[in-house]
């Protein structure tokens, strides 16, 4: 498959274009956000469009030319307010979801987060986030796409382990963003977790094996 | 019917519990947030209910018992951030559309905005806001429940003309808060404006037969 990353300039996503970039299977194709951003993909060989999600669905249906699935890992980040928030994690996300609905690019992977619709667990700083995410979460679950949306406990930087724990409710705990790109990668043709929504945390099991038992 | 209108204490509420505390046919029952609010309501002889839209859906529940209609028309208001924004404006009619559903509350009401389905329309400064309109609106929409979606332009305080233009897309226009309250009172029960959304401005024709044309 041919697989748009949208927000590929992002951690998780540079681990996934790394991923599938060397995948026999797949393609990435890096949307990105700034022209500075291009070279750094030209440098893997790796295709890349310079899409803004402030744009049209229209803008972002474009850039999913050719493509078979997409994965929507972007994010305004911590030092944007929420504005960004509303702009980027919610309409940017409705936008792709809607571009993929008019391309007919029916394979959709979220990048979500943990207890994202539990809202008894969601701190008075962290909420306006969480309202974001949760209803990005809702409108593609509504959709008419095949999805499969990955909630991430609390991300770090260390290496990936390649071992998670994932199930549908889960406590809080770190994970690796490589973990998370590693899953990211393992999901995309698991017809095991097509139209699920699941969280992960490392844990004890093989990324496959802790697929499977979803 | 028995109404609850949530955002009872803003400018459009105020207005609307007025008309309806008037009328033969309906009776208000006021959401409101703050324990100082209550006086005004009791003044008015109007049953009010103390209850947050940062609370729980089921909070928001145990606010419309007994109620056969709601009226969204809460907002968060140009003072505060866009924080705000996503936890009343958006998550807040989602919780209290939730809260409907789940107490069989079948009419529901949204005071939304003008040109809140046109994305090419918002302005850089405005477009959290609209964000968060769009999607809620949505979500009544994708709901069970029997919607109507008001739309208004440029809100004033000048005094109601009872004369509006309505139709599905609109170029800008004031409108006074005074004839949205009116417009919403003719919505409640007439079922030509059901699973309906609409635009109103100041006009030339009667809110009866400008409804009737929709």
């Known amino acids: 498959m041919k697989v748009l990353i949208v927000g590929a300039n992002g951690q998780i996503g540079r681990h996934l274009v790394q991923l599938l970039s060397e995948s026999q299977e797949h393609t990435p194709k890096a949307m990105i956000r700034l022209e500075e951003q291009i070279s750094y993909f030209n440098s893997l060989g790796v ?14 249906a474009d850039a999913m030319e050719g493509c078979d699935a997409v994965v929507f890992t972007a994010g ?30 029916e394979r959709f992977l979220m990048v979500s987060a943990i207890h994202a619709d539990r809202r008894e ?20 679950r509504a959709s008419g796409l ?8 609390l991300l770090t930087n260390d290496p990936g ?8 409710n889960l406590d ?11 899953v990211l990668l393992h999901c995309l043709d698991n017809e095991h977790v097509f139209n ?4 992960i945390i490392s844990g004890d099991d093989e990324i496959e094996e802790a697929l499977d038992r979803l």
Chains 1, 2 share one sequence.
């Open 121 to 140: 667990m969601w701190g008075e700083d962290i909420a306006p986030y969480y309202v974001a995410k949760h209803h990005a979460d809702n409108i593609l």
């Open 196 to 199: 699920k929504t699941f969280e």
């Open 47 to 60: 295709e890349s469009v310079l899409t803004s999600l402030e744009g049209s669905a229209d803008e972002i």
């Open 146 to 153: 095949v999805y499969t949306i990955v909630r991430p406990g």
């Open 172 to 182: 809080s705990g770190p994970i690796p963003r490589e973990d998370v790109a590693q």
């Open 76 to 105: 305004s980040g911590g030092a944007t307010g929420a504005d960004k928030t509303l702009l980027i994690d919610l309409d940017g996300a409705a936008k792709t979801i809607k571009a993929a609905e008019q391309t007919g690019t």
């Open 161 to 168: 382990t390649g071992r998670i724990r994932a199930t549908e």
